[in-house]
């Protein structure tokens, strides 16, 4: 079984994403914390390809190991795209969740129906410390409810609806990884991995997954 070094300090990541690359692949999964005490990488990027490859080069790069890093970005239609890629820092720096929430729902007050629509989307980003890279991704279709619903997952959750009528914070964490971008994403890294075997992640051969 191979290490491999989730590049994020967020435990509501670490706990989501565990499930979707366990033992059956190979692969024990590290948090880059438990590594590298104090990490922290500012996203520089313009796109999530970037800042995913931006956090997995900088965990490989710290740790001299594999290490995978993700982006998320939730796209509105009436909002020409935004916040995209600036999502997690939509209120601003060192805003939280719900002033992230709060300030979409404030600029979706006068928006009703079809442009309320919205799509989460996922890029992960492998890096090997030899230089090699490869990208996968996940992408789930939906709308902005009028005020959060639900007390699961963690930023955008409670406002993002699914085509049933539930928010991704509505959803048990089972019910989630079955559906989600992060889950899509994730899942489809799993598959390429199962097609190599664990010992050969590295090097890996650049492009799209």
Request: proline share 5%.
């Amino acid at each position: 079984m191979i290490e491999l070094i989730l590049a994020t300090a967020n435990p509501h990541k670490v706990e989501e994403i565990r499930p979707l690359l366990d033992a059956s692949v190979g692969i024990c999964l590290v948090p880059v914390t438990a590594q590298v005490d104090g990490w922290e990488l500012e996203e520089t990027g313009e796109t999530l390809e970037e800042n995913a490859l931006l956090k997995a080069r900088a965990a490989a790069r710290a740790t001299g190991l594999p290490a995978v890093g993700d982006d998320t970005g939730l796209f509105v239609a009436a909002l020409d795209g935004a916040p995209g890629v600036r999502s997690s820092r939509y209120a601003g720096p060192q805003c939280s969740y719900e002033d992230n929430r709060r300030r979409l729902l404030a600029a979706l007050e006068d928006v009703a129906g079809d442009a309320r629509r919205a799509r989460f989307r996922t890029v992960v980003a492998l890096a090997c410390p030899d230089g090699s890279e490869r990208l996968f991704e996940g992408a789930v279709e939906g709308s902005i409810a009028d005020a959060p619903r639900g007390t699961g997952g963690f930023g955008y959750d409670p406002v993002f609806v699914l085509a049933g009528g539930a928010t991704l914070a509505e959803l048990s964490l089972q019910a989630k990884n079955e559906i989600s971008h992060r889950a899509a994403a994730f899942r489809a890294f799993a598959a390429w991995l199962s097609t190599r075997g664990a010992d050969r992640i590295c090097p890996c051969d650049p492009g799209m997954g």
